[in-house]
């Protein structure tokens, strides 16, 4: 019941489709042109009814050739589907519907693809050959109603496609072109007669042949503009590499005077603490010899009193020696300022320690 449902239907859907579309298919031959674009593939879309359908052909073939024909069904949602195909070429020569796929579940999601070809006959006429797809669906809520009865819902697909040239025409196509490179090979015969009997052809061609050695000459000055011009850009370009060269020279130069002012610097704080460091030498020598001087007084003083207790005569007042003071060590020496500078020096320094210039002859 459901294969002699599905038939019927299947046969008053191609009547209706037919019907629809053929005029509509008909004036479209009679427009057609061989500009007719060579897409190789077309692609319609159905969104309302939830799949699309991808028709891939040749793009170009001949007279007696077997196009090949892939035929992809991609649906959202899972329907049963069948597809018939037919040809459509020349004069308006129609082929018998071709089943390529019978009726099948295809899943949502998943797609579904058929081959089938079609020998193009060696009579074709020139013209397009069109290629038309039709679809039929059925599901539990995509069908036709007609009179009560449940129909499957079908689309068409009809892309245009290789537009083919009949082999009279490519006979006729072939012969014009002939015709046109004896006719342009008389016309070189024609002109190399007129060429040889005019003097005023041999002059210009004279002129011609000066105008050449003129181009030649022109050619090779050119030629010579072009080397200069490469002389030029290499000097450029070498004048650019030492401007590159001294500015890395600039730099590496301010780097060095930075790094001379920076040891400039560290020998000044150097130099400072150097005379720190004498300073306080001189003064820690200038200490120790005080402590000598004192410790030799005392140890002297001790031992002069010492050998006067020793020899000393009994007691009487004319005997009463009054003792002598010891002799005063000499002050140390006293600093003095440089004057170029005002670093403070030493008596016996010859050069002054922070400027380094002779302060004494």
């Known amino acids: 019941m459901v294969l002699l449902l599905f038939s019927k239907k299947s046969f008053l859907s191609a009547t209706i489709s037919f019907v629809l579309i053929i005029s ?26 939830g799949f699309d359908v ?29 597809v018939v195909i037919k040809y459509m070429f020349g004069e308006r020569i129609f082929t018998r519907w071709q089943t390529i796929l019978d009726w099948t579940e295809i899943y949502a999601g998943q797609q579904k693809t ?9 009579d074709i006429k020139t013209g397009q050959i069109w290629i038309w797809v039709e679809v039929l669906y059925y599901g539990s ?21 290789p537009y083919i040239i009949s082999g009279e025409d490519v006979k006729l196509r072939d012969g014009y072109e002939k015709l046109k490179q004896d006719y342009a090979a ?29 181009r030649f000459q022109l050619n090779e000055a050119q030629g010579k503009l072009a080397e200069v011009n490469n002389e030029l850009d290499k000097t450029r370009k070498e004048l650019g ?32 603490e150097l005379s720190m460091e004498r300073v306080k030498s001189s003064q820690q020598q200038l200490l120790i010899t005080i402590l000598a001087i004192g ?38 020496p006293s600093t003095s300022i440089c004057p170029f500078c005002g670093f403070e020096i030493r008596p016996d320094d010859v050069f002054c320690p922070n400027c380094g210039k002779r302060i004494k002859e």
Do not use: W
Request: with cysteine.
């Open 54 to 82: 991808r028709v891939v052909y040749p793009e170009s073939a001949s007279p007696s050739d077997r196009i090949n024909v892939d035929v992809t069904i991609h649906t959202m949602r899972t329907l049963n589907f069948k």
């Open 295 to 332: 410790i030799i007084a005392c140890l002297g003083l001790i031992v002069v009193t010492v050998i006067k207790m020793r020899k000393k005569p009994p007691y009487s007042p004319s005997t009463v020696q009054v003792a002598q003071p010891s002799a005063v060590p000499p002050p140390p």
């Open 24 to 49: 509509l298919l008909l004036m479209t031959i009679t427009i057609i042109t061989p500009l007719a674009a060579e897409t190789g593939s077309m692609t319609c879309t159905y969104d309302l009814r």
């Open 141 to 161: 809520e995509d069908y036709s109603s007609i009179k009560g009865k449940k129909y499957s819902s079908f689309v068409d697909c009809i892309p245009p496609g």
């Open 186 to 214: 008389l016309g070189d015969e024609l002109n190399a007669v007129k060429v040889e009997l005019s003097d005023t052809a041999r002059e210009l061609e004279d002129t011609k042949k000066q105008l050449s050695d003129t």
């Open 241 to 272: 590499d030492v401007n590159a060269q001294l500015a890395k020279i600039k730099d590496e130069n301010e780097k060095l005077k930075a790094d001379v002012r920076s040891l400039n610097s560290e020998k000044n704080a150097l130099k400072n």
């Open 114 to 122: 058929v081959s089938t070809s079609f020998d193009i006959p060696n």
